[in-house]
């Protein structure tokens, strides 16, 4: 089952706004990442947080992380055309076997309109 | 150039064929994985490798086969392909599994008639 779940499934904001993106999970986690896919393409890595941290900025992205509710946040701010993709979450176990396997969240698709 | 590279990108067979998906990474990492995407069920992993010669099952394993007997190469064949695998498959590699992320190929979009 997937570990991450995104919310909204769908965001579709003009360009210049901001879009927020967020992600739930279930399990107590070693780090979590961001990745971006662009239409046919494979995933791109945004950001990674690991689970002692609150907050990471890169670029115009800022991403937040509560590990008391299990969720987490991606700010895109000024956005543009081209941020136009499917955004996912992904989770990284903190035991054993699971700390090297990333858990992909269902992914949030963005529509930045000129 | 360095990278992770899939091959081929598209493919269409029948039912019943085998056909073997390349997943090739020039950075020497040690883990490397087999996703499938789906509408409506996001990335699942298929296998995963740890190292040369170390494989184990992910969350779909079934009907797929995997081998890595060189670092740098992860190939997945389906032995007996069926309609249900129709899907787009995605390779991806990582060093370390605390602190870096995961490097994607562009995959591959297999079509099973």
């Known amino acids: 089952s997937q570990q991450g779940e995104e919310d909204p499934q769908a965001l579709s904001i003009q360009e210049g706004e901001n879009a927020t993106m967020n992600c739930s999970y279930k399990?107590?986690?070693?780090?979590l990442q961001w990745y971006r896919q662009n239409s046919g393409r494979g995933l791109v890595h945004l950001i990674l947080i690991r689970s002692n941290e609150r907050e990471k900025h890169s670029g115009r992205l800022r991403v937040t992380l509560d590990t008391s509710k299990k969720s987490s946040s991606l700010l895109i701010t000024a956005s543009r055309a081209a941020d136009t993709a499917s955004y996912f979450c992904?989770?990284?176990?903190?035991?054993?076997?699971?700390?090297?396997?990333?858990?992909f969240g269902k992914g949030t698709l963005l529509t930045v309109n000129p | 150039d360095a990278g992770i590279t899939q091959s081929p990108r598209y493919k269409i067979t029948e039912t019943g064929r085998q056909v073997t998906l390349m997943c090739h990474q020039t950075w020497s990492h040690s883990y490397m994985f087999w996703y499938r995407q789906d509408l409506g069920h996001g990335l699942r992993l298929i296998y995963y490798?740890?190292?040369?010669?170390?494989?184990d099952k992910g969350e779909v394993p079934d009907g797929y086969v995997v081998s890595r007997s060189k670092t740098e190469n992860f190939p997945l064949t389906l032995e007996s392909a069926t309609r249900s695998q129709t899907s787009v498959y995605f390779c991806a590699s990582r060093a370390d599994p605390n602190r870096q992320p995961q490097h994607f190929g562009d995959g591959t979009r297999l079509s099973i008639l």
């Open positions: 399990t107590s986690i070693n780090n």
């Open positions: 490798s740890a190292a040369a010669d170390i494989t």
């Open positions: 992904a989770t990284s176990g903190d035991s054993g076997g699971s700390n090297y396997k990333l858990t």
